[in-house]
């Protein structure tokens, strides 16, 4: 699916913003889409206190990895389907058993193992780079989702008290994490950069890598009952 190659990183926000206003509470997309929003409203904040190396080139980065969330939303907007990575969270977004954390893992999933390689590889068809001239700032991103990833857990994981280490919540989430999905992302952006001139290898393996990822999230989002015990 196109991403919008003008949008700035403001202009993310203020769409992020104006998609968040409209969705009801308990949305599964509006807890992805709030989560996402945080962690680019920290980015943004990083872009202006020479946390990154190359702060222009990691703007472009994440305007181009943000459009292309926002094509999904649009996607679906206008009728139509989004690619098979996002399929999951919009068919579930309203499912009364499933856990908020479950989505906005569901969503980081999508976009981080699945869309942020092929960002990679536009941002450096674009600037005429190698994916290794912009591995460093890359990395520093890693920390900015760690943390928020950190905060969302804290946030929405039910307390100890609530739960056991044999708890079906606790496996489902158990099973990602935003350091080993930034590690697979990167390998497939090395992937896709060494296959971008085999016209059948390189597409093929995009969408293989599409509909993994689908099959992860929808695994993660395992309906569960109130309880956190897993449907009948």
Known sequence: ?????????????????????????????????????????????????????????????DAVFAGRWLAAVDAVAAGRRPTACWRPLFELRGHPGIHP?????????????????????????????????VEADYLRINALLAQVEDRVRDELLPGPEQLDLADPLLHVIGVWSVDRARDAAWASALALWELRELPLVGPAFAAALDGSVGMVSRALLTPLNGRGRLTA
Do not use: K
């Open 101 to 133: 954390l479950q989505f906005a893992l569901a969503g980081m999933n999508a976009h981080i193992e699945h869309d942020l390689p092929l960002s990679v590889v536009d941002l450096c068809r674009e600037l005429g780079r190698e994916p290794a001239q």
């Open 1 to 61: 699916m196109a991403t919008d190659q003008q949008l700035t990183v403001d202009q993310v926000i203020e769409r992020m913003r104006r998609l968040a206003d409209g969705l009801p509470p308990g949305d599964g997309v509006g807890v992805f889409n709030g989560m996402y929003l945080t962690v680019t409203e920290l980015v943004r904040q990083r872009l202006a206190a020479t946390y990154f190396d190359a702060p222009a080139a990691t703007a472009r980065l």
